[in-house]
């Protein structure tokens, strides 16, 4: 979506607001007709505006901030950009792609990840992405993220990205430049299983493809294992965002343990 697509996607984000709670007393058989609600003065419930499924219980101290407070001034800061968005339950992840130059690298885009939930799942968190052959491959937290982040300084914090762009740039292509110049055989699938926990399946049609003479580097195994990961089904677009985040991170764990 172009950048003033994004911006109306985000405000067709839910709402969400606080409601008290109130815990059902519990009686005997022959006293239901007692039956009596006693509300809770250290909690309240989280629910989407106009529907009354909870989804969180937080304390009366909790700062409920919108979606929209989050995502917009990230977008409004960034001049030229495209970028996409998923939500579900509470929780909701978005994309975007700066048209500048600074987040290429050769063909490939760097974007910026924003995660938030209203569920607790997730305090908000600001990362970043390789668009990469269509798939979008977000750098673990670990190797560049913003790991402070408070609703009052989010545009400010946003025009900051580019002192780790270089830092992106360096991890991306060492571990394309390792990863292809290593090649998989049958006999390194096992190691291999073990770092990635990749599933029975998606091992047994790589294994039968490499017996039929198909030839793996490392780079090629793991965006072929990516695609598998991204093609399953799932609940939500949320949680194979989740599952393949996990995966990339484990490909960065591994060109640590190939580094020593």
């Given at each position: 979506m172009k950048k003033d697509e994004l911006l109306v996607e985000i405000n067709k984000l839910p709402l969400f607001r606080l409601r008290d709670v109130a815990v059902k007393e519990e009686f005997k058989e022959e006293e239901r007709d007692r039956e009596r609600w006693v509300e809770q003065d250290k909690h309240q419930a989280v629910t989407e505006v106009g529907r009354y499924e909870a989804l969180a219980f937080v304390s009366k101290n909790y700062n409920l901030v919108n979606f929209s407070e989050m995502f917009t001034p990230i977008v409004e800061?960034?001049?030229?950009?495209?970028?996409?968005?998923?939500?579900?339950f509470g929780f909701s992840i978005m994309d975007i792609f700066p048209a500048m130059k600074e987040f290429k690298v050769d063909k490939d885009e760097i974007g910026i990840v924003a995660y938030n939930s209203v569920n607790k799942t997730s305090a908000l968190n600001i990362r970043f992405c390789i668009r990469h052959n269509g798939r979008k491959i977000t750098i673990p937290k670990k190797v560049a993220s913003f790991r402070k982040v408070h609703l009052g300084n989010i545009?400010?914090?946003?025009?900051?990205?580019?002192?780790?762009?270089?830092?992106?740039?360096?991890?991306?292509?060492?571990?394309?430049?390792?990863?292809?110049?290593?090649?998989?055989?049958?006999?390194?699938?096992?190691?291999?299983?073990?770092?990635?926990?990749?599933?029975?399946?998606?091992?047994?049609?790589?294994?039968?493809?490499?017996?039929?003479?198909?030839?793996?580097?490392?780079?090629?195994?793991?965006?072929?294992?990516?695609?598998?990961?991204?093609?399953?089904?799932?609940?939500?677009?949320?949680?194979?965002?989740?599952?393949?985040?996990?995966?990339?991170?484990?490909?960065?764990?591994?060109?640590?343990v190939m580094q020593i």
């Open positions: 800061k960034i001049e030229n950009c495209e970028g996409d968005l998923i939500y579900h545009g400010q914090m946003t025009q900051d990205y580019i002192s780790v762009i270089t830092q992106i740039r360096n991890a991306w292509t060492t571990v394309i430049t390792k990863f292809t110049g290593f090649e998989v055989t049958i006999e390194d699938l096992p190691l291999i299983i073990e770092n990635f926990k990749i599933d029975e399946h998606a091992v047994k049609k790589m294994k039968k493809k490499m017996m039929d003479g198909m030839k793996y580097n490392l780079w090629d195994f793991c965006m072929e294992v990516f695609d598998y990961i991204s093609n399953k089904n799932y609940k939500s677009d949320v949680h194979r965002r989740k599952r393949l985040d996990g995966f990339v991170a484990s490909i960065f764990d591994y060109d640590l």
